[in-house]
Nanobody, 123 residues
Framework: QLQLVESGGGLVQSGGSLRLSCAASGFTLEYYAIGWFRQAPGKEREAVSCIRSTDGNTNYADSVKGRFTISIDSAENTVYLQMNSLTPEDTAIYYC????????????????WGQGTQVTVSS
């Protein structure tokens, strides 16, 4: 059974850092693109970043460029999202998702989703 499990969320002060993990089971990340999305209360879900392990290509939302870094550990079958210089605007539930299609930031093109992890940034 294909499963994604996020972890690493929590409460952090503005300017702080967190590293989110997305552990995959039941499939090999090598053949998928993995995306991170977030949804804040009262707002629509938005793409944060995505990565494709076959060629290492990545994509970032403008709001996180230079602050967030996505990476993949094939041996651990895990994707990471390193988040630095966090601000209260980054507060949201963060989800990882997988697609066997192309590298994409379109949520509707992802087939598998994790349950999410809460990130709260205090001012």
């Amino acid at each position: 059974q294909l499963q994604l499990v996020e972890s690493g969320g929590g409460l952090v002060q503005s300017g702080g850092s967190l590293r989110l993990s997305c552990a995959a089971s039941g499939f090999t990340l090598e053949y998928y693109a993995i995306g991170w999305f977030r949804q804040a209360p009262g707002k629509e879900r938005e793409a944060v970043s995505c990565i494709r392990s076959t060629d290492g290509n990545t994509n970032y939302a403008d709001s996180v460029k230079g602050r967030f870094t996505i990476s993949i550990d094939s041996a651990e079958n895990t994707v990471y999202l390193q988040m630095n210089s966090l601000t209260p605007e980054d507060t949201a539930i963060y989800y990882c998702a997988a697609t066997s299609r192309k590298l994409t930031i379109v949520a509707g093109e992802y087939d598998y989703w994790g349950q999410g992890t809460q990130v709260t940034v205090s001012s």
